[in-house]
């Protein structure tokens, strides 16, 4: 069974550091890219990022240069960390394929900048 299971998240203060986590099973993790991906209220979920296999990453505008994303294939995990946080990076975050599995979304994880 696919499943993706997101953690990390939390409250931080602006210009703080957050490590997301996310945990595949039930894919071929080692030949799938991997993304991450944010849902803020109201708005639609967006691509964040995402690594091949072979560990080529791409970054939508706005996060690039703050977040890193990055794989263990021997693990079947894919972290974000995220830095440099502003209000605008509050969401819910979740991990998948790239392109994603629709059906196959996980809880996401919440991140909160305030403070």
């Known amino acids: 069974q696919v499943q993706f299971v997101e953690s990390g998240g939390g409250l931080v203060q602006p210009g703080g550091s957050l490590r997301l986590s996310c945990s595949a099973s039930?894919?071929?993790?080692?030949?799938?890219?991997m993304g991450w991906y944010r849902q803020a209220p109201g708005s639609a979920r967006i691509f964040i990022a995402t690594?091949?296999?072979?560990?080529?990453?791409d970054y939508a505008d706005s996060v690039r240069g703050r977040f890193t994303i990055s794989r263990d294939n021997a693990e079947n995990t894919v972290s974000l960390q995220m830095d440099n946080l502003t209000p605008d990076d509050a969401a819910v975050y979740y991990c998948?394929?790239?392109?994603?599995?629709?059906?196959?979304w996980g809880q996401g994880t919440q991140v909160t900048v305030s403070g």
């Open positions: 690594v091949t296999p072979g560990g080529d990453t």
């Open positions: 998948n394929q790239s392109p994603p599995y629709a059906a196959y």
């Open positions: 039930g894919i071929a993790f080692n030949i799938r890219t």
